[in-house]
């Protein structure tokens, strides 16, 4: 695979990206948008970048991110999480998480309460981290080794300082199958 | 002083280096905490008798006020009016009881305490620690005011205020003012002030926390102020009266005591108390206007007001109980704080098991009747409904219940057999059970033991620290 990071990367303009400020339902509607916007594309997009002024990335939201913000909570729900390091067994704690649910109105209609959907995403996206970035010019096995290493279902690329893209696992894996086939196919014919 | 002032700072950063991953500084807990002034001030001492082993080693440590009964080796630590005792520790060829196995103990165990500071502090039981069952060590370890380290080994911890770990080996773990935990083998763990925890993995799993807005007005410590609350100055109340008993080399009791059972020389007691057969009663314990019926027991820094014991009370350590009747075969477990009021009393059925931590405080008449299980905070009717139980039906569960601020999954009637052969080996050890010529337990050995005193130097860069002492059969 004689790949270089740029040849796989989806460019940050084909990317869902909403800017800083913008609401939780946004961020819902650009990572629902992506998914039907993605010209030819096999995988729709998993993430939602929030971008700052400057062009610069300062966060980002995958789905399970969402559903995780989703999550109702008060001190009750947060006991009960937190119990996992007591031992207690993941049926014990689903169980409890039902049984609250039943008895309590609080969490009703949290989804869609206009307070859940006007969250600021800076409140509760993921911040980038060093480790997250790989040069556009890097071979596509440092790349992949990167991702398994630090364990990311994608790297932000960059040019010089610049933020260019996105190296998604999807697109990598896509990359080692069509190899594989390759091979398999030529061996066939012969 | 500057040699245990070093030694303070020292212990602070090694707990501090053990507590890293858990962020967490012991530093402004303890800086200033105790006036070195007072570590100079206060002879050590320790018990003979030819009932209990006697082996101990103190190295560059300060003892002050602070009691030792049995093997104990004390290296570079500040033990400031703690009891360790080290009479329930195990002997050389006994075997040690793990899950399927049978380890025999190849020598005498013995208690050793390294560059730790124990404040007030509670040394007991042995190690329950399979890996470790000659040795009950306690290192890098700070424990703060009235704590119980009870049969568990300790490396890097901190523990809170009216904190107890009972049967379980820690590492690197702060354990919050008020909580009990009995879990086994715990490591990097900070657990949140007022929380009950007692797990037995595979079997059950029980949990309850204080709510901690009331527990506050109960015993409340943070970094930078001493601790405090209606714990702190009911001890306070009654310090003086220890006084006395501290001060005097000779001193006799001013009550009856049957031959069979045991007022301890550093125990105070007041008013019209009653001290039936087989009772012991321990060092620090305070006893007033109080029956302690045939076989009950008060331990280590335990009070007992104006109340009823009928009988094979187990009274655990640091446990209060003030205006109250108790029937028979009532447990109330460690640093439990019960009071009724001298017109709304407390009556607590027989066979009732008081949960570790327990509090129970009532301005109006409450009953709980015979065979519960009782946990919590219960200020009234309504909260003892939600924080009781019957053991019949606790024993009955078989998954999980929530009940209140409880949560338990597992095998209540395990639970239940746990505690209740827990309260029996408890009986028999303090000697309850003594018939005349079998069942001698601390009740009937404690009688007479001799107390011998040990000092600091008085003054130079020393001062405080006691010389090494080595005492041996």
Redesign the interface.
């Given at each position: 695979m004689n790949y270089i990071v740029k040849d796989l990367m989806v460019p940050i303009s084909e990317y869902a990206t909403i800017p800083e400020g913008s609401s939780l339902f946004k961020a819902v509607i650009a990572l629902e948008n992506a998914k039907q916007e993605l010209p030819g594309a096999i995988y729709p997009h998993w993430m939602v970048l929030i971008m700052g002024k400057n062009k610069k990335v300062l966060g980002k939201l995958s789905q399970l991110d969402i559903l995780r913000v989703l999550s109702p909570r008060d001190t009750y729900t947060d006991?009960i999480d937190e119990?996992g390091?007591?031992?207690?067994?993941s049926n014990?704690i689903s169980?409890?998480r039902e049984?609250y649910r039943l008895r309590t109105t609080s969490l009703e209609n949290f989804y869609t309460h206009p307070k859940t959907m006007n969250m600021n995403v800076e409140d509760f996206m993921k911040t980038i981290g060093e480790n997250e970035f790989v040069d556009e010019n890097t071979s596509l096995d440092t790349a992949a080794h990167l991702m398994f290493v630090k364990n990311r279902l994608s790297l932000l690329v960059t040019r010089e300082d610049r933020f260019v893209g996105v190296l998604r696992l999807s697109d990598v894996f896509s990359t080692v199958l069509n190899a594989m086939l390759k091979v398999t196919h030529t061996e066939g014919n012969a | 002083m500057k040699e245990i002032e070093k030694l303070y700072d020292r212990i602070i950063q090694r707990v501090n280096i053990n507590l890293r991953e858990l962020e967490f500084d012991v530093n402004p807990y303890v800086q200033k905490l105790i006036p070195f002034v007072q570590m100079v001030k206060f002879y050590a001492f320790y018990g003979i008798s030819p009932h209990h082993p006697l082996n101990f080693q103190f190295r560059s440590s300060n003892l002050a006020g602070s009691y030792f009964l049995g093997r104990c080796k004390v290296t570079n630590s500040l033990l400031y009016k703690s009891d360790i005792r080290g009479d329930e520790l195990k002997k050389k060829g006994s075997l040690f009881r793990y899950q399927d196995y049978e380890v025999p103990v190849s020598d005498n165990e013995e208690i050793d305490i390294q560059d730790s500071l124990l404040i007030k502090t509670l040394v007991h039981n042995y190690s329950h620690d399979p890996e470790t069952l000659e040795k009950f060590f306690i290192t890098d370890t700070i424990a703060m005011n009235y704590a119980n380290i009870h049969g568990s080994p300790s490396n890097g911890c901190f523990l809170g205020v009216f904190a107890t770990v009972d049967l379980t080996t820690m590492r690197d773990c702060v354990i919050g003012n008020f909580s009990y935990v009995q879990a086994g083998e715990i490591s990097h763990l900070r657990i949140d002030p007022g929380t009950i925890w007692i797990r037995n993995p595979g079997k059950f799993n029980f949990f309850y926390q204080h709510p901690i807005e009331q527990l506050n007005d109960y015993i409340y410590f943070t970094a930078g102020t001493p601790p405090q609350g209606l714990f702190m100055d009911f001890i306070e109340d009654r310090k003086e009266a220890f006084q006395r008993v501290f001060d005097m080399v000779n001193i006799e009791h001013t009550i009856p005591v049957p031959n069979n059972a045991s007022l301890d020389r550093y125990a105070v007691t007041k008013g019209q108390t009653h001290i039936g057969e087989n009772v012991l009663v321990c060092q620090r314990a305070f006893i007033q206007n109080s029956w302690m019926g045939k076989g009950a027991n008060a331990q280590e820094n335990c009070f007992i007001i104006n109340s009823r014991l009928e009988g094979c009370n187990v009274t655990a350590h640091g446990a209060k109980i003030c205006e109250a009747d108790l029937g028979k075969h009532v447990f109330v477990g460690f640093n439990s704080f019960l009071r009724g009021r001298p017109d709304s009393r407390l009556n607590i059925g027989d066979d009732t098991i008081v949960m570790p931590h327990t509090i129970i405080d009532s301005r109006e008449q409450l009953t709980i009747p015979a065979g519960r299980l009782v946990w919590g905070m219960i200020k009234d009717q309504k909260d003892l409904e939600t924080n009781s139980i019957s053991i019949e039906e606790f024993s009955a569960i078989d998954s999980s219940i929530s009940i209140g601020g409880l949560f338990f999954e597992g095998s209540g009637a395990s639970f239940i057999s746990a505690f209740k052969d827990r309260i029996e080996h408890i009986l028999q050890a303090n000697g309850a059970f003594f018939n005349g010529s079998d069942k001698k337990g601390h009740a009937q050995k404690n009688q007479n033991i001799s107390f011998n005193t040990i000092q600091p130097y008085p003054e130079g860069m020393k001062k405080g620290l006691f010389p090494t002492i080595i005492i041996e059969p």
């Open positions: 006991k119990m390091k007591f031992g207690f067994s014990f169980k409890m049984e | -």
